[in-house]
């Protein structure tokens, strides 16, 4: 007779994959349809629109041609879109970095009067909702000549990124030993030294999540794309590039697809390439300590 710890473990063993078939199933299985859809050849989705399997056959690659071949071309520029959402992306998360990590190593590393109190109104100004924000900075951008720049864009967005970095690098730069800190100061580092050697080493995989995260953010936004850059179609995000396939009635849902399958392929790809980056920040930190 099994005891009652036993039997709790091998309910909860179950369970586990109960959950993660159950998650990767509703994950998998959208994706995948999307994919089919991407290389299904027009006729055969108008013959049969719930068929879920497509033979090798029969695949076809023009819809990404489409998708991706310039506008003057006839098709639809996603790799102009591509390489706009690319250069806004990456600069969002590399000012984003460059300004909340000394906010919250300051935040949480640093005894001032009102530390907590700051630390809690960076969460509070990240709960506001993004459109109370949308037209004083437009109004602010248009006025210094930053309207319709991918430059202004990414300098908006870090307003969105900035409070919740700080937030989540903070509870990160808590949890390291002030001793390394106090032994880095007997070996004559300064302040901004003993940040730059010792803590942002040790805080490479808050680092390469927090980046990850910024970035997701400013791949996929839409709003303040659409605000700053519906007037300037040579500089739209991919974001944008995909909001006016889904409103074109002439333009097929396996195009559509297509361009559904090329914003997600990249976020993909780099959300497996820094788990992997972020497996080796934590093992190179337990190394260093």
């Given at each position: 007779?099994?005891?009652?710890?036993?039997?709790?473990?091998?309910?909860?063993?179950?369970?586990?994959?109960?959950?993660?078939?159950?998650?990767?199933?509703?994950?998998?299985?959208?994706?995948?349809?999307?994919?089919?859809?991407?290389?299904?050849?027009?006729?055969?989705?108008?013959?049969?629109?719930?068929?879920?399997?497509?033979?090798?056959?029969?695949?076809?690659?023009?819809?990404?041609?489409?998708?991706?071949?310039?506008?003057?071309?006839?098709?639809?520029?996603?790799?102009?879109m591509l390489g706009n959402s690319a250069l806004v992306a990456v600069a969002t998360v590399a000012l984003t970095l460059l300004?909340a990590v000394p906010g919250a190593y300051a935040v949480g590393r640093l005894r001032f009067f009102g530390h907590r109190q700051?630390?809690?109104?960076?969460?509070?100004?990240?709960?506001?909702?993004?459109?109370?924000?949308?037209?004083?900075?437009?109004?602010?951008?248009?006025?210094?000549?930053?309207?319709?720049?991918?430059?202004?864009?990414?300098?908006?967005?870090?307003?969105?990124?900035?409070?919740?970095?700080?937030?989540m690098l903070k509870n990160y730069f808590v949890t390291i030993p002030y001793s390394i800190e106090e032994a880095a100061a007997?070996?004559?580092?300064?302040?901004?030294?003993?940040?730059?050697?010792?803590?942002?080493?040790?805080?490479?995989?808050?680092?390469?999540?927090?980046?990850?995260?910024?970035?997701?953010?400013?791949?996929?936004?839409?709003?303040?794309?659409?605000?700053?850059?519906?007037?300037?179609?040579?500089?739209?995000?991919?974001?944008?590039?995909?909001?006016?396939?889904?409103?074109?009635?002439?333009?097929?849902?396996?195009?559509?697809?297509?361009?559904?399958?090329?914003?997600?392929?990249?976020?993909?790809?780099?959300?497996?390439?820094?788990?992997?980056?972020?497996?080796?920040?934590?093992?190179?930190?337990?190394?260093?300590?």
């Amino acid at each position: 007779m099994p005891s009652r710890a036993q039997f709790e473990d091998r309910t909860f063993a179950i369970l586990k994959w109960v959950v993660i078939a159950f998650l990767a199933l509703i994950t998998i299985v959208p994706f995948s349809y999307m994919l089919i859809l991407s290389v299904k050849p027009v006729d055969h989705l108008m013959a049969d629109p719930g068929s879920l399997w497509v033979s090798a056959s029969e695949w076809t690659l023009d819809t990404y041609r489409q998708v991706l071949r310039p506008v003057s071309e006839g098709g639809q520029g996603f790799l102009r879109m591509l390489g706009n959402s690319a250069l806004v992306a990456v600069a969002t998360v590399a000012l984003t970095l460059l300004v909340a990590v000394p906010g919250a190593y300051a935040v949480g590393r640093l005894r001032f009067f009102g530390h907590r109190q700051i630390s809690a109104l960076f969460l509070a100004v990240y709960l506001f909702p993004a459109t109370l924000l949308a037209v004083p900075l437009f109004v602010i951008f248009a006025r210094i000549g930053l309207q319709g720049s991918l430059v202004g864009l990414a300098i908006v967005y870090i307003a969105q990124t900035v409070p919740v970095s700080i937030y989540m690098l903070k509870n990160y730069f808590v949890t390291i030993p002030y001793s390394i800190e106090e032994a880095a100061a007997l070996d004559g580092c300064s302040r901004l030294q003993t940040l730059r050697k010792v803590v942002l080493p040790l805080a490479a995989p808050s680092l390469m999540a927090t980046g990850l995260y910024v970035f997701m953010i400013a791949w996929n936004e839409f709003l303040f794309a659409l605000l700053f850059l519906a007037a300037s179609p040579e500089k739209w995000t991919v974001s944008l590039g995909l909001q006016q396939l889904a409103g074109g009635i002439e333009t097929p849902k396996t195009v559509l697809m297509a361009g559904s399958v090329v914003l997600t392929i990249p976020v993909v790809i780099l959300f497996y390439a820094a788990e992997r980056l972020l497996t080796e920040g934590l093992t190179s930190g337990a190394d260093k300590s």
